[in-house]
């Protein structure tokens, strides 16, 4: 169906609302709307605050609990289709196409990996994710012992991830050690991205030539840590942004001509293999999804 059934944004509100009215403070933390379209929401009922209807003008406090009961909303069409690569009874993997968010955001709720997944595995958790224009292997856990265990794997970055990227311009080294910070700047449309920045978290993807190409590169990366968007800020920073990714440019930031979003679709990256410590019996597991053809060359 093209609507979905809505959704209920809820957050205990931080030190940092004290003092702001309910319009003010929802119209500076989600830009994606205007201060007239927060009031509009609350006009009609849609904003509660503490649990009752908001009229727009409280004070806020810290500890306060405000929600926004979202009317359904008609969701883009996007590709729904999956591929499950390996299946038992504690962990899911499935091979994602390109376009389709992995979770909830951005305008998606029920054209996510996450629900179409959940249609058929009700129990299952994603255990990352991946941008919508990546495709590729993403993992669930189908139980909680095995969420836990992985979800603590992947905290100690003991879960190894390979992707392939196809990048702009052509590569005069065969390999790059990149160890830029990633950490949030300013972004026109959203208040604030990620990308590289000295003050962000340490970040490292090692990056691989696998094909040059008349005027790109194909390459392997393998990250060390999974900051977000850390593939394409970190081979933008070295001077290749990915082919078709309008939001970063060298020095792996914000393109200022382009004020792309993140989701913005269109650029090539591809998750081509996971290995993980089974949680159930603790064997090394290795998976692989095939490339799609513009990401695959001529070396394995």
């Known amino acids: 169906m093209p609507f979905n059934d809505g959704f209920s944004y809820k957050e205990q509100l931080g030190a940092s609302a004290t003092g702001q009215t ?31 209807p908001a009229q727009g003008g409280e004070r806020l406090r810290a500890g306060q609990v405000l929600v926004w009961n979202r009317p359904p909303w008609f969701e883009e069409d996007v590709p729904r289709e999956y591929t499950v690569v390996y299946r038992d009874d504690d962990v899911l993997a499935v091979d994602k ?6 979770m909830h955001g951005g305008g998606f709720l029920r054209n996510t990996l996450l629900s179409v997944v959940r249609d058929s595995y009700p129990r299952a958790v994603a255990l990352h994710r991946l941008g919508r ?24 970055h003991a879960i190894e991830k390979r992707y392939r ?14 160890r830029a ?27 691989r030539v696998l ?36 939001l970063y440019t060298h020095g792996g930031v914000p393109s200022a001509e382009h004020p792309a979003l993140p989701g913005d679709a269109g650029y090539f990256l ?31």
Do not use: C
């Open 181 to 207: 910070r990633i950490g949030r700047v300013a972004h026109p449309r959203l208040g604030s991205v990620y990308a590289a920045a000295s003050h962000g978290k340490e970040a490292r993807s090692d990056a």
């Open 22 to 52: 309910v319009v003010q403070y929802l119209s500076g933390r989600h830009r994606h709307s205007t201060r007239d379209e927060w009031t509009e929401r609350t006009t009609r009922g849609e904003v509660l605050l503490d649990g009752a």
């Open 270 to 300: 591809h998750a081509q293999t996971l290995t993980f410590k089974h949680p159930a019996s603790g064997r090394r597991v290795t998976l692989s999804a095939p490339p799609p053809p513009p990401l695959q060359g001529e070396r394995p």
């Open 211 to 246: 094909e040059r190409r008349s005027d790109a590169t194909l390459f392997e990366v393998n990250i060390q840590t999974g900051r977000p968007h850390q593939i394409r800020i970190h081979l933008a920073f070295i001077g290749h942004p990915l082919v078709g990714d309008e």
């Open 97 to 102: 196409p390109s376009g389709l968010p992995t």
């Open 133 to 156: 224009a990546t495709s590729g292997l993403v993992l669930f856990a189908l139980n909680a012992r095995a969420a836990s265990m992985l979800a603590e794997d992947w905290r100690r």
């Open 165 to 178: 990227a196809l990048a702009r311009g052509v590569a005069t080294e065969e390999s790059y050690d990149i």
